[in-house]
C-alpha cells in the first residue's frame, strides 16, 4: 500500500531538498522526503489554498492549485464535477462529466466555460460544435447543422448521413463505412461506391463493379475513357484484365474456351439495350505451369437480329479467320451457302496505280530480312482447292511462280507453272512459261516459243471450227514480216523464207534431227 500522507495546517510550501520545510504537516508515516516528491511532480512550486483529504489522490474540494508564483496559471474546480486549467489567467481547457468525452470516460471542453468543444472564440481560428445535442455515444452528429464550414469552404445541408456512413466489418471503427459518394454539381453524385464495392461514375446505382455514365452536356470528352501518361521510356498506360477460375483467396487454372476477358458494345433499341458487338480473348487450348495459350475474337450483329456472331478470329498460332473459327493458314476467309468474294479496289485518276497482291519470298528466315533466292525456288503458288472422299482439302489446279535462273541486282527471273489434278492423282504440272517466253504444254523445257509433248502416247494437235458459214475455216497460219519489231510489218524481198514445217526425229547423238520438211519462199518482188 502506498505512503499516505494527511495535512490539516495551513498553506506551505515544499522545497526541494529540505525535509525541514514539512514541519507544519502532521504525517502518518515519517519520510517528508516522499511528501514532497510526490507533490513536486506535478510542479516544482505548489501552493494550496484549501484542504487536502486523504481519499487515494489530490482533492481539490473547491479550492486552486496554484502553477505558478503571480496566480494565474492554476488547475481549480470550476463546479460540481467539474475541473478546469487555466493558462495565463484564461480558462484553456475544462474537464466535466456532460461535456465532451475523452477515453477515459470523462469529458473535455475547449475554449470557454460554456462551450462543448471550442478550440477559439475569435473568428477564423474556429473549430466549434456547442450544441448539447450534436454528440452521443462517441459519433459526432451534425444532423440538426443547416450550414458547417470548413476552412474557408462553406457547405449547405444537414449531413446526417453521416451516422450512416459505418462498416460494422472493419477492426478499426474510425474508418468503418458502407458507401462513399462525391458529388459538387452535375451529374449529383459524381461517384458513388456501394456497400457491394461497385463503383458508379456519374450514376447513383452503379450496376457493374466500374459503371461509367455520360450525359450529353456539350461536353466533346463525355463518353471517352482517358489514361494520360508521362515518363522517360517506352512504357505506356494500359488495360489489365485477369481471369482465374476458383475465388480470389484460392485462384485455380483456366480450361481451353475459357472467356479471359470482352469489351461489349451495346445499343438502345428504344426499349432495352442490345449487343452491337464485342471483342473477346479466349484460351486456345489446354493451359499449364507457364503456358497460356490465347485467341481473340471480334463479333458483330447482323441485320434483324440481336445476337452476335463471331466475324474473325486470331489464333493462338497466329492465324486469321474470317468467319471461319478454325483457319489452316494465315488467313482463311469463308463462306456459308453463298459465294466467296475477295476485292482489292484501287480508286484514283493516276494511270499507274493499281491494285496489287503480291506474293513474296525470302531465303532468310527471319521476318523482314531479305536474303537472294536461287533458281527453281518456290515464289508462291494460286491453288484451287476442293474436298476428297476422306474428307480432307485437296488441290485440284494450281499456278506456281518459280525462279527461272540466277538473280541479278535488279531482277529475279521467273516462270509460270500450271498444273491439274485427274480423276485418279493429284495436280501435276500440265503447262510451262519459262523466263524466255518460250511455252511448253506437258514440256518443262520448251525449245521454242511453243512446244507441245506426249508421252507414251500419240500426239494430235487440233485447230477445229463451227460455223454455217462456208468460208469460215481452221487455218495455221505461217507469217514474217521484213521488221523486227513485233507487230510492225514491212515487205518483204523475193527470196525470203516465210515458213516451214518440220518432220523431226532424233539422231544418234542423240540430237534432234529434220527427216522432212515443207517450206515455203517468197519467189519474186511483192506488189
Known sequence: MPNTYTYTGPGTRWVAGDPTSVDYLNVARANADHLYAALNTITNTVACDGVLLPIGGLDLNGTNLILDADGDSKLYEAADDTIALNLGGAEEVRWTTVGEQLSNGYWIGLGAAAARFTFADATPDTITINDASLVANGIVNIATAANWQLGSVAFTGT??????????????????????????????????????????????????????????SGDAGIGYFGVDVYRPSAWSGGLLIRRARGSAASPAILQASDSVGMVLFNGWDGAAFQTVASITAIIDGTPGANDMPGALTMTTTPDGSTSALERLRITSTGCVGINNTAPTGRLEASESSNNNSSYLSTFSATAGHRSVLNLTKSASATINTNAATASGDSLGRLAFAGVSSAPAKATAAYIDGEQDAAVGATYVPGRLIFGTGTNAAAATERMRITNAGYVGVNNANPLARLEVSESAAALSAYLSTWSTTAAQCSGLILQKSANATINTLAATASGDALGQVNFNGVSSGPARATAAYIAAYQDSTVG
Do not use: C, Y
Open 159 to 216: 449531413m446526417a448521413n453521416l451516422n450512416s456512413l459505418r462498416d460494422d466489418s472493419m477492426a478499426d471503427t474510425l474508418h468503418r463505412h458502407s458507401e462513399l459518394s462525391a458529388s459538387d454539381g452535375t451529374p449529383n453524385p459524381a461517384v458513388q461506391v456501394d456497400a457491394s464495392g461497385k463503383v458508379g461514375v456519374g450514376i447513383a446505382v452503379p450496376l457493374r463493379v466500374v459503371h461509367a455514365v455520360g450525359d450529353d
